[in-house]
């Protein structure tokens, strides 16, 4: 009798605990409920999925350089933000492989009418995409992705600077390669050559230095941030934390303390539904690249999709494709940029009512931006700050070219 009461007794008291646990980890979790009421009033304006695709979800993550609160000691104006990191991370439907394509911020879209924070709504025009984020928060940034690829994002997530380094201590930090000493000040960032395994500020400052490393390009930057993510992939599944429960807990605290996300994925359960589709993903069918872009050409600061390669990428996603990839710098194949050309964003014609420029780049013959700018965009033709209609996929829009990519089995390390 007594050790039926001793054992009754750690059952009640184990099940209280987990209870409370379970509690605390799902009141973590912020809930952007002003984005979902938003995207719900304008849901007759949004794409809906492809038959093809039914079953797959479309996840945008969205990396916020809000300056306020805990933030507000990395400098600049408090209360403003914009999307630092873009992502679009596809599930497909056997949750068999995925793909996460970073979409620049400095990429020059048409950004639809959003309504400001201050109820006001601002007009449809050409501006670079994270402006997107700073004028109607994640909904406008959202609609703009929606617009440009014509793909229907199913969740969205938004991570901040502190989160991001909360997240990455949670998993003991994360091994990346540094070919040469940084020392950037504006990041906080001060490492020798070499491997070596980043902590919290220290991570932080290696996906956000640009000017520093490489050639300075934000091109670049998004090609350490895929690294590092590969990186971050391979640790949590090669360690198994989804596996061990004394592991898990503080990867799920820092998680779900970390991030504000949609109605649909703020809880435990949903978070933890979405981590089990991700475990059982094999690394090497994890393919992370950057959506095909070049200098814009009216200004070399900013950037332009590539077409028809950008549009193919969408297409492959709409429809649940998945996505090959070369390593970075490498040759094409032959024929794979056949007809190329230039699209500024949805909605956006690189044709008749585009600025003039003195010298525009050319633009090979085939699908790409043409008299009228009518193949000149992601999936939409018009004129520059005017909304676009879907335009029709040209013959080539289905096809599947090998873009430049990773896979996150690949160890950056290994190649130096």
Known sequence: MITAGVVA????????????AYRTLDGNIRTDSATDRLLARLEAERPSRTAGAQGSENILLIGSDDRSG???????????????????????ADRKHATAVSIPRDVMVTVPACEKPDGTRSKAGLMQFNWAFETGGAACSIRAVEQLSGIRIDHYVILDFNGFKTMVNAIGGVEVCVPQAIHDKDARLDLPAGRQTLHGEQALGYVRARESLGDGSDTQRMGRQQQFLAALIRKV?????????????????????????????????????????????????????TAPRRPYRYDSDRDEFVQPQTTQLFTALRDDRSVAVRPPGSAPSPGAVAGAGVGVGAGVGVGAGASPSPSPSPVAAGAGAGSDGAAGAVGAAGAPGAPGAPAKASPSANASPTFEGRTADVDACAQH
């Open 9 to 20: 007794f750690l059952l009640v008291a184990t099940g209280a605990l987990l209870w409370i």
């Open 70 to 92: 805990t933030n507000s000691s990395y400098g600049g104006e408090p209360g403003t933000q914009r999307s630092d990191t873009t992502i679009l991370l596809h599930l497909a």
């Open 237 to 289: 599944q090669s360690q198994g934390v989804l596996l061990n429960p004394a592991r898990l807990w503080p990867v799920l605290d820092a998680a779900t303390s970390s991030v504000k996300a949609d109605g649909g994925l703020s809880s435990l359960g949903a978070l933890y539904d979405l981590t089990q589709d991700l475990r059982d993903i094999p690394s090497a069918d994890v393919v992370l690249l």
